[in-house]
């Protein structure tokens, strides 16, 4: 059974450095196509994906946050860390870590072969609140 | 970054309704669209991988489809059990993944 638990403070003060943690189990990060994502919620708005790390250690961030975040993996204690920096009140969400998967497929168009890939977040934790003021 | 709009915001709709809900993208994303399930204070759930394709246990009558900027998702007889806001999330310009801002399904 796969599950994942975020864990991390839950108020944190303005200019302050978030540090939240992703456990894991039933699966391996180094595992060929596992991926973690985290994603946040503010109250009563949508989701919004802060970034993805690949058992290759390769990277991606949101574009408007990517200065401000860092993801890490700890294969061997299935863990996955990121950390927010310059925390502002705006930043007051429910932060979720979920499983990607990345499915890697072909598509052939006359003589070029060019990579395709599946992304699902297929499954979540149950979130963490985390909430900014002073 | 591709933008996503879904429509409508909300809807209301009785037990064994149909219920349809758009997702347009702001360019060409070919299959490349997840729908989740999000019921109020709960984590999101994969519904539905590459635009039309049910993820294993969820219950056929939910359904998806379209390619290119404007996608579909289905409710065939919606159960009390529904009762959730709804996700698109494309993936084909990635990064980053972006969502659809949701629908909110709800009885009537």
């Known amino acids: 059974q796969v599950t994942l638990r975020e864990s991390g403070p839950a108020l944190v003060k303005p200019t302050q450095t978030l540090t939240l943690t992703c456990t894991f189990s039933g699966f391996s990060l180094s595992t060929d196509g596992m991926c973690v994502s985290w994603i946040r919620q503010p109250p009563g708005k949508a989701l919004e994906w802060l970034a993805l790390?690949?058992?290759?250690?390769?990277?991606y961030y949101n574009t408007a946050l990517k200065t401000r975040l860092t993801i890490a993996k700890d294969t061997s204690k299935n863990q996955v860390v990121l950390t927010m920096t310059n925390m502002d009140p705006l930043d007051t969400a429910t932060y979720y870590c979920?499983?990607?998967?990345?499915?890697?497929?072909?598509?052939?168009?006359?003589?070029?072969?060019?990579?395709?890939?599946?992304?699902?977040?297929?499954?979540w934790g149950q979130g963490t609140t985390v909430i900014v003021s002073s | 970054d591709i933008q996503m709009t879904q429509s409508p915001s909300s809807l209301s709709a009785s037990v064994g309704d149909r219920v349809t809900i758009t997702c347009q993208a702001s360019?060409?994303?070919?299959?490349?669209l997840n729908w989740y399930q999000q019921k109020p204070g709960r984590a999101p759930k994969l519904l539905i991988y590459?635009?039309?394709n049910l993820e294993t246990g969820v219950p056929s009558r939910f359904s998806g489809s379209g390619s290119g900027t404007v996608f579909t998702f289905t409710i065939n007889s919606l159960q009390s059990d529904d009762i959730a806001t709804y996700y698109c999330?494309?993936?084909?310009?990635?990064?980053?993944?972006?969502f659809g801002p949701g629908t909110k399904v709800d009885f009537k």
């Open positions: 979920a499983r990607t998967l990345r499915v890697e497929t072909t598509v052939i168009t006359g003589p070029h072969r060019k990579p395709v890939y599946y992304y699902g977040m297929d499954v």
């Open positions: 590459e635009a039309s």
């Open positions: 790390i690949h058992r290759d250690d390769d990277k």
């Open positions: 360019q060409d994303i070919s299959t490349s």
């Open positions: 999330q494309q993936y084909h310009d990635f990064p980053p993944f972006t």
